[in-house]
């Protein structure tokens, strides 16, 4: 089946130190995004990548790294200069950056040890 | 900041339609109004969306008003699977290339058995 996979589920960071999300997708897709959500708050945009070797910063880009060296895939870097770094974490990918629809994965959970 | 506005909450009888209401008033000429809804710890899915005529898909239906400084999303039947927060989005064009959605904290809709 089609769509985009996110992992770990659950991901745990401990002070100081720097962690990755892992997100893939086999929907043939250009667009990429990272989208992190607070507890009863809507999404805020991290990260976006239009095509591979290229990608822009969001709203909320700072203590955030990325990476598109493959069409699939679009990995997200927590570092340890993200303060708060405790939210629920989406990608989403598009047919093109003006596509109408998004296609979220299921997210990722990080918590801070 | 959103563009939208909506009710936090809403309760629904299952099998009754479920009419969710947005107010956009400072949308302008070329944005879209588009509908995802989010279930609890999963990625949000796309529903609909829509310039100024009305919609229908197999999910649901929107009505945009005329001066389409609002719009409500129906659910004709409404589940208990539809128990979720909806997002009405007002699509606009970041960095001058691409689809950048801003997700508020839209509307949870309770479907009551």
């Known amino acids: 089946d089609g769509g985009i996979t996110q992992s770990p589920k659950y991901l745990f960071r401990k002070e100081g130190q720097n962690v990755t999300l892992s997100c893939e997708q086999n929907?043939?897709?250009?667009?990429m995004y990272w989208y992190r959500q607070d507890p009863g708050q809507g999404l805020r945009l991290i990260y976006y990548?239009?095509?591979?070797?290229?990608?822009q910063k969001g709203d909320i880009a700072e203590g955030y790294s990325v990476s598109r060296e493959k069409k699939e895939s679009f990995p997200l870097t927590v570092t340890s200069a993200q303060k708060n770094p405790t939210a629920f974490y989406l990608c989403?990918?598009?047919?093109?950056?003006?596509?109408?629809?998004?296609?979220f994965g299921s997210g990722t959970q990080l918590s801070v040890l | 900041d959103a563009k939208t506005t909506q009710p936090p909450s809403m309760d629904c009888a299952e099998g009754r339609a479920a009419n969710l209401p947005c107010n956009h008033s400072?949308?302008?000429?070329?944005?879209?109004v588009y509908w995802y809804r989010q279930i609890h710890s999963q990625g949000p899915q796309y529903i609909i969306h829509?310039?100024?005529n009305n919609e229908t898909n197999e999910m649901a239906s929107l009505i945009i008003t005329e001066d389409r400084k609002s719009s409500t999303l129906i659910l004709p039947h409404a589940t208990l699977r539809d128990t979720a927060v909806h997002y009405c989005?007002?699509?606009?064009?970041?960095?001058?290339?691409?689809?950048?959605?801003?997700f508020g904290t839209g509307t949870l809709l309770a479907v009551q058995p």
């Open positions: 989403a990918s598009s047919i093109g950056r003006l596509s109408e629809k998004l296609f």
């Open positions: 929907l043939n897709h250009d667009a």
């Open positions: 990548s239009q095509i591979v070797n290229d990608f």
């Open positions: 400072t949308i302008s000429g070329n944005e879209y």
């Open positions: 829509g310039l100024k």
């Open positions: 989005i007002v699509r606009v064009v970041y960095g001058g290339a691409t689809n950048k959605l801003i």
